[in-house]
């Protein structure tokens, strides 16, 4: 049995994640067991989650306002007289 490195099994984890295999399926095809693969996925999860950064997307919008303002007369009539 090939002993790996935690890079490898980052490696291995960003791998099963971008070919969207379900986890079974990707230790069928490279001849893993799922279960030990859970349990270092679940590792290197919570590792990078503990780092205290992540990853910023700039986000640019712009945004056009455009109204057309009418004129509106209106009155206003109480017992002291209208307005």
Not at 47 to 63: C, D, L, P, R, Y
């Amino acid at each position: 049995m090939q002993r790996r490195t935690l890079d490898d099994w980052k490696s291995l984890v960003d791998k099963q994640i971008a070919s969207g295999l379900s986890v079974p399926k990707f230790c069928q095809q490279h001849q893993l067991n799922p279960k030990y693969f859970y349990g270092r996925k679940a590792t290197i999860v919570k590792n990078e989650s503990q780092t205290g950064f992540m990853q910023a997307h700039v986000v640019t919008q712009h945004t056009m306002m455009v109204s057309e303002h009418q004129k509106a007369n209106f009155s206003l009539t109480t017992s002291a007289g209208e307005l």
